[in-house]
């Protein structure tokens, strides 16, 4: 049977995703729902002084309103949201409930629901709910946070969260910058992103007033995770909810929290016994789902008269926004370890800065935390570059770790250790693709001609962490859940093969790479595999999906429990043959005794017989049915070169991103066609962050862009065809030698983009430019010198 793995093979859940006949979290309805209507803040920082609901309770549809404090007087929705990643022992967390009683912290913030029949008659009730405020003084950017001047919490007295430092050898350190002899000294801006996935949050609570039990709906990434979250947050007995994550259209990291809404619709649903709901609008979500990036990134790198690095010293202040949700505080953590890049450097010292802001939370958004890392040391490297007077290509190749050649188990100076690594040949790779010595040439002649339209060329090589595991290295590092999966492989009576995961797809393409594996492994057709997933009463176990760890887990943990199935097979092969299971065999679906293949059987045929269990061997269970919960020894690390080629109109400042060229290296592929639209995906965001995605407030800490209208987010007009290879570089993490892939695109692309920009920009003075690189910011940078080239 020729090999599945490796092979384009189209998605399975596309057919039922284009008809229209997979459900989304608008599509299902219950009998007698109501919608909750939020009445938020309209201001970032302010005391709530009086609530009047009178107007909103008697009109048409209207079931209920309810107040923060009445909520807690009633004991509904009592508990705060939780915070599963506590970075220090003293970080600082202030109560998030679910309704603000007394002050609200951020535009957008929940002050009153509304219970109503429709989703119309609870938006319209939520505007008649009058709220009076006296305005507070307002932190509304992160530059005002860190000056601790006004307090974004009033009753904190500061508004610094925590202060986390990651600093190996001190000594060390010093020594590489005193004795160096190039330095480089930047500050980036990580610019707030608006996660914007194709379908907005939603939820739907269904109460069983009997029995006590509540099956809730919601377009979530984790539906695990959040059924303890809901437990712990609510008192609900855990055995009495059902979690089920039905499709879910995109997450981007923005569906993996614990959010007001997925608490008020549990806690009211119960109390009232009927069921609620809620979906949040385009421009709502600017204030109720939390945001990307927000970081202000401080970073020195020091190096000998070669290039060659020697230290590299960083300090972040991360802008938690009002609130800690789920894992916000570990986010700018998430790239600590990373500050080296794909880089021998042997020295770094990073220390971060957590600080409270009045605006909407941060946390996740693709990448989280690994492509600022990346875009932090790939600037430097192109500035340390230009400073030593070699270029961008060569300063990188002078830095790889193990010169670029193959490694195994190489020990980062943050301590982590990389478990393999072979950077020259996608490095080389991406450059014949991009043909920058073609480049270089029509760059030049463009110069010497003086044309208003001019090159740029960048570039990035990237490595990030990912798999998220194991559940020790998360625990040192005080996060709340594990780094394992689980997965569960039976063979049905009918010969079908069942799979159980615990990793919960929102678009990635799991039920088409988890029949792969099965049907590389038992040799079976992917079409006879069924994979369940998303719902707590079907995968009871699971740590669901983010930190681009389903395949690098939850794939691996599949493919163990199929060598599981396979070996209990084996033994029932071997009695049916009354052979030796030694002397058993097993080639593509078939066991056979060695030495007679003429007598086989074939694994789909023992399901019945197992099921049947009139002749199993002594001793032995009914079915074939094994389970694994697989924890990784350390993290997957993809690495890749990317290469962007820009055209930049000198008189306008406007960008055109002529041409991208990404070559990663994600292990063993599963999937190439899967493999690519990730990675293309992935390179749009980064891009988009890099040209044009900007959360934008006002000094008051008003949202200036929540909409479409004003939010930019690329169409496929603003990109140019993106061209792709890969190498492949086995990951000795996990027996599969996979790695993830689903956030590489978005980790080297906003690197890439803004060295073409900053090296199209060169002859003008320019060294860096801060994201978006808008046309304003572009032609002000080009004439700060009086436009002179």
């Keep these: 049977m020729t090999s599945v793995m490796g092979t384009r093979m189209l998605r399975k859940e596309d057919p039922k995703l284009l008809t229209g006949e ?48 009445q909520l807690q007087d009633m004991g509904i929705g009592v508990g705060a949201l939780p915070c599963a990643w506590p970075v220090t022992e003293d970080m ?16 957008g913030e929940i002050v009153a629901v509304v219970l109503a029949s429709s989703r119309y008659e609870a938006a319209d009730a939520a505007e008649h709910v009058v709220v009076d405020y006296d305005e507070l003084p307002t932190v509304s950017s992160l530059a005002d946070a860190v000056k601790d001047e006004a307090m974004a919490h009033s009753d904190l007295g500061t508004n610094k969260a925590f202060h986390w430092p990651l600093d190996p050898n001190p000594e060390g350190t010093a020594a590489a910058f005193a004795n160096a002899a190039h330095t480089v000294k930047a500050e980036f801006i990580q610019q707030r992103l608006i996660c914007a996935p194709m379908e907005p949050r939603g939820c739907l609570a269904i109460p069983s007033p009997a029995g006590g039990e509540i099956t809730f709906y919601s377009a979530t990434q984790v539906p695990h995770i959040l059924k303890v979250m809901i437990a712990a947050t609510t008192g609900i007995a855990e055995s009495k909810i059902r979690v089920i994550a039905p499709s879910v259209g995109g997450g981007f990291g923005g569906k993996l929290n614990v959010d007001p809404d997925a608490i008020l619709s549990v806690t009211l649903a119960n109390h009232i016994g009927l069921p609620v709901r809620w979906t949040e609008s385009r421009s709502e979500a600017a204030g109720s789902s939390h945001q990307g990036r ?45 500050y080296t890049g794909v880089y021998d450097i042997p020295n770094l010292s990073f220390t971060c800065d957590g600080w409270f802001t009045n605006m909407v939370s941060t946390d996740a958004y693709r990448g989280a935390g690994r492509p600022e890392a990346s875009y932090a040391i790939e600037r430097v490297m192109d500035i340390m570059a230009g400073q030593v007077g070699i270029t961008p290509e060569e300063i990188r190749a002078r830095n790889y770790i193990a010169g670029g050649e193959a490694f195994e188990n190489h020990e980062a100076a943050s301590t982590l250790v990389f478990d393999s690594g072979h950077y020259r040949p996608a490095h080389d790779r991406a450059l014949e693709m991009a043909k ?22 960048g570039m990035c090589t990237y490595v990030e962490i990912c798999g998220l595991a194991p559940s020790r290295a998360l625990g040192g590092l005080n996060y709340g859940a594990g780094g394992w999966e689980h997965a569960t492989v039976r063979i049905l009576p009918t010969g079908k093969v069942e799979v159980v995961s615990g990793s919960t797809p929102h678009g990635q393409g799991h039920e088409t790479a ?47 429990a199929a060598d599981k199935v396979i070996e209990k097979a084996k033994l029932i092969a071997a009695h049916q043959f009354e052979a030796a299971p030694e002397d058993v065999e097993f080639d593509a679906g078939s066991f056979s005794v060695a030495g007679t293949p003429a007598k086989s059987v074939h694994i789909q045929e023992l399901g019945f017989a197992a099921f049947a269990a009139h002749d199993l061997p002594d001793g032995m269970e009914p079915n074939l049915q094994e389970q694994v919960s697989f924890d990784p020894p350390n993290f997957a690390f993809p690495f890749g070169t990317h290469v962007a080629v820009v055209e930049i109109d000198t008189e306008t400042g406007g960008v055109e991103l002529l041409d991208y060229i990404g070559v990663d290296d994600c292990g063993h592929q599963v999937n190439p066609l899967i493999v690519e639209g990730q990675v293309h995906g992935g390179i749009v965001q980064g891009a988009a962050q890099a040209l044009y995605e900007e959360a934008v407030y006002d000094e008051y800490g008003n949202p200036l862009n929540p909409s479409f209208m004003d939010y930019l987010v690329p169409s496929a007009a603003e990109m140019p065809s993106i061209k792709l290879d890969s190498t492949v570089t086995p990951s000795t993490t996990n027996p599969l030698g996979v790695k993830g892939v689903g956030e590489a695109g978005t980790i080297g692309s906003a690197a890439a983009v803004i060295n073409a920009i900053c090296d199209g920009l060169s002859p003008y003075g320019v060294t860096d430019i801060e994201m978006p690189a808008t046309p304003k910011r572009i032609w002000e940078a080009i004439n700060s010198n009086g436009g002179a080239a």
Excluded at 310 to 336: E, F, N, W
Aim: charged share 20%; glycine share 10%; net charge negative.
């Design 22 to 69: 997979n459900k989304f979290i608008d599509d299902i309805h219950a009998p007698g729902e109501l919608w909750m209507g939020m009445v938020r803040s309209p201001m970032a920082h302010a005391k709530i002084t009086s609530i009047d609901t009178s107007g909103a309770e008697g009109m048409p549809g209207v079931h209920s309103v309810y107040t923060g404090a």
């Design 514 to 560: 988890w029949s792969m594996i099965i049907a590389d492994k038992m040799g079976v057709d992917p079409n006879d595999v069924e994979v369940l997933h998303s719902d707590t009463a079907k995968s009871p176990l699971g740590l669901d999906t983010y930190g681009s760890r389903s395949l690098a887990v939850g794939g691996v943990a599949i493919a163990m």
């Design 294 to 338: 927000g970081q202000i990134q401080h970073i020195e790198a020091a190096a000998d008269e070669n290039g060659k690095l020697t230290a590299v010293k960083v300090h972040l202040d991360a802008d938690m926004g009002a609130y800690m949700m789920l894992i916000t505080p570990g986010v700018p953590l998430l790239g600590s370890f990373l």
């Design 436 to 457: 920058v010595a073609d480049l270089r040439a029509e760059q030049a002649r463009r110069r010497d001609a003086g044309e208003t339209k001019q090159l740029g060329i």
């Design 92 to 107: 600082v967390n202030p109560p998030h409930l679910p309704v603000a009683v007394g002050e609200a912290k951020h535009v």
